[in-house]
């Protein structure tokens, strides 16, 4: 064995040299391993080799770079430079892929001659998500293989590619039979016998492109990506690929990483990237969770739908129960309705939808959710209904399984009370549709053990959730602020503004759908139960709007009615003369004056009472961190992921303008101004700001 650097070493055997990245946990193409890669390389040139293969240790090969890497000059050795060294190299390379190739790992990938994976292993270029893009030639090198409008359709979605699929493509080579490091070897080693030449990928050509196709990929990339400058840029460079040499393309690729990675955007998005890792943890000591071999589901429902078209779509086999037959039919002749249009769509094969309806067992019996180790309720959303079944339900599941409840606003506790077993009791709190949305409340009540919490977790995982650990509280931490958020527009509209103006400064500033036409879409109707259940409890000298109140008494429940805030025509939304006069009625019986919003007075208002209840609910400890918050409004709420969630944003704005956005949210409810937790709850990413203009200077 020929030792190099501690994470890359170099051994030659049967002719063959091999380069092993050993950089745990997931060889992560930080520095060291660029100079390893080079020392190696420099090496390996100076042997008369069969030659190279390039592997991963442990559980990958290579994840991505070090992404803490992009907010600071760059330390040299640079990937581009890494793969040079590769193409230079006198032997043929090849990546030998088990677990991930993302992103550099990829690119790094791309540079070798051939590339040969594991069955399971994913390979892509994620870097798009996280506002910038591929810097090290995967913009350049794609193409020549997979032609210009798939490439546009990867480079631009992100998203990770299965071996299977990427063998199909032509990205990968050849296929190993299995992930063992001997199975890898065999197949990199009979690759290169095979093709014993260099086959570099930059100077092939890049495949004559269907002009039309191209259009329609580029179209299609920049409306999913909604016009993002990098997303443009990405667009530019792939297409550069068939109309400039390659090196001139690659300076040009390198220039545009070089630039996006040090802009705000970039920055916004690498911390929400490591909030959403540090969402699924929570405080304490963990426990080892328990296996799930078969998931139970009460209630047919739209919601109960969703979760069990979730649960199937993970491989998990389904018994899902209604109160009779009828309903229990009914239910289950949706679910495979579902997934045909899936298959018809071309979504889902139909081997696999075949599977996933196999896999769902149909009951109107309770007694069916004995061999369950998971039972989620998603029956109506009313305390004694929920109760009446936990009770059943505690006298029925063997000892140990995990009873979760996907309230959205109920006491877990409470809940977990009428039952002997309130340490398996947890909070999944799904959003609708369950099978599309990708956050995941797991809810932690007073007596939830840990090892319910961390099997809960390790279920999110499981199904591809993005898990955000809360304390049981009224709404948790999204429909709290989401709730606070409603409150602030409707005192908008009671004050002044128009449903459209709201709206319209929400989507302006970056939301998917304004507040009010969310509402319409959700269902007016199911808030007024909800308010008129609560109004015997409702505080009497706080503000309410009962402009939403006088909308449901005169039938308008929303889009699915055809009439909510707005009028619907033709599945079209349309302001509506008739809301106006509700309005306008609601404001007389006031003595409210109306006055102007800017679009600036609304957004201000609007995060300033986003702001105010994140700050309580993360000083209530109903969150663990600021970032928390941020993930459950950008993956639940349609918050804009390139701004990183409110208080990553706020924490950029100056100290004068959070005041006034926290004074003006004061005065419009009556409450008593949260400036002063506000700013404690900042405070930590305004720290963190100040680190990145250091580094960005190269001072830290």
């Excluded at 309705?337 to 899936?342: E, K, N, V, W």
């Excluded at 909070?427 to 549709?433: A, V, W």
């Excluded at 993005?466 to 409707?490: C, K, L, P, T």
Aim: glycine share 10%; charged share 25%.
């Amino acid at each position: 064995m020929i030792q190099h650097d501690a994470v890359v070493r170099l051994e030659i055997v049967d002719g063959f040299g091999i380069v092993t990245i050993d950089n745990p946990p997931v060889n992560a193409g930080s520095t060291p391993v660029r100079a390893g890669l080079l020392a190696c390389l420099a090496d390996v040139a100076q042997h008369d080799l069969r030659g190279v293969v390039l592997i991963g240790a442990g559980r990958s090969f290579v994840a991505g770079s070090d992404i803490r890497e992009f907010g600071a000059p760059l330390a040299p050795p640079e990937l581009p430079q890494v793969i040079a060294a590769i193409e230079d190299c006198p032997h043929p390379v090849c990546a030998a892929i088990h677990g991930a190739a993302l992103g550099g790992g990829f690119e790094l990938a791309l540079g070798c001659d051939l590339r040969i994976a594991a069955p399971d292993a994913v390979v892509g270029l994620p870097e798009v998500t996280l506002g910038i893009v591929p810097g090290a030639g995967g913009t350049q090198r794609l193409p020549r293989l997979t032609g210009l409008a798939k490439a546009i359709t990867l480079v631009c979605s992100g998203r990770r590619i299965s071996a299977p699929e990427a063998h199909d493509l032509g990205l990968i080579d050849a296929l190993a039979a299995s992930s063992d490091p001997q199975a890898l070897l065999t197949t990199a080693f009979r690759a290169l016998q095979g093709a014993p030449h260099k086959r570099r990928l930059r100077d092939l050509p890049v495949p004559v492109a269907d002009p039309d196709a191209v259009k329609t990929a580029e179209a299609q990339a920049l409306r999913r990506g909604k016009g993002r400058p990098n997303v443009q840029e990405a667009v530019a460079l792939v297409k550069l690929s068939a109309e400039m040499p390659t090196d001139t393309a690659l300076a040009r690729e390198r220039a545009a990483f070089q630039s996006l990675r040090l802009q705000e955007e970039a920055f916004a998005l690498r911390h929400l990237f490591f909030a959403e890792r540090a969402a699924t943890r929570f405080e304490g000591p963990t426990a080892q969770p328990a296996e799930i071999r078969r998931v139970g589901i009460v209630g047919g429902g739209t919601m109960g739908q969703g979760i069990c078209r979730a649960v199937l779509a993970a491989g998990l086999p389904v018994t899902l129960v209604e109160r009779d037959a009828q309903a229990r039919d009914a239910a289950a002749a949706a679910i495979t309705g579902a997934l045909d249009r899936s298959v018809g769509k071309g979504h889902l094969s139909p081997d696999d939808a075949y599977a996933r309806k196999a896999a769902l067992a149909p009951s109107h019996s309770l007694s069916d959710l004995a061999d369950c180790d998971l039972v989620i309720e998603a029956v109506f959303e009313d305390m004694k209904v929920k109760q009446d079944l936990f009770r059943v339900l505690d006298t029925m599941l063997k000892p140990g399984t995990l009873l979760a409840t996907n309230t959205s606003y109920l006491d877990i506790d409470a809940l977990a009370a009428v039952t002997s077993r309130a340490a398996d009791v947890v909070g999944l709190h799904f959003f609708s549709p369950a099978d599309m949305m990708k956050l995941l409340e797991v809810v932690r009540a007073e007596h939830s053990a840990d090892r319910s919490l961390s099997t809960a977790l390790a279920f999110a995982k499981t199904l591809g959730k993005q898990a955000v650990v809360a304390r049981n509280a009224d709404g948790f931490i999204g429909n709290r602020i989401y709730a606070a958020y409603r409150r602030h527009a409707e005192f908008l509209i009671e004050d002044g503004a128009t449903p459209e103006e709201v709206d319209n400064a929400a989507t302006d500033f970056g939301f998917a759908m304004g507040p009010l036409a969310v509402g319409d879409m959700s269902g007016l109707d199911i808030a007024w139960a909800m308010r008129k259940r609560q109004a015997a409890t409702r505080d009497p000298a706080a503000r309410y709007v009962d402009i939403p109140d006088r909308l449901c008494a005169a039938g308008r429940f929303g889009r699915k009615v055809g009439g909510g805030w707005y009028d619907y025509i033709d599945g079209q939304l349309h302001p509506s003369d008739d809301v106006a006069a509700i309005i306008a009625q609601a404001r007389a019986a006031k003595a409210i004056t109306p006055r102007h919003f800017s679009p600036d007075d609304i957004q201000m208002r609007l995060l300033g009472a986003i702001l105010s209840e994140a700050a309580a609910v993360l000083a209530d400890g109903v969150a663990q961190r600021a970032g928390d918050i941020d993930v459950t409004l950008v993956h639940g709420y349609g918050f804009p992921r390139w701004r990183g969630g409110p208080l990553w944003r706020a924490s950029g704005e100056p100290p004068d303008r959070i005041a006034r956005m926290c004074d003006a949210a004061a005065q419009a409810s009556g409450a008593e101004g949260a400036l002063g937790s506000v700013t404690d709850m900042l405070a930590p990413l305004r720290a963190e700001r100040q680190e990145i203009e250091k580094r960005k200077s190269g001072h830290a």
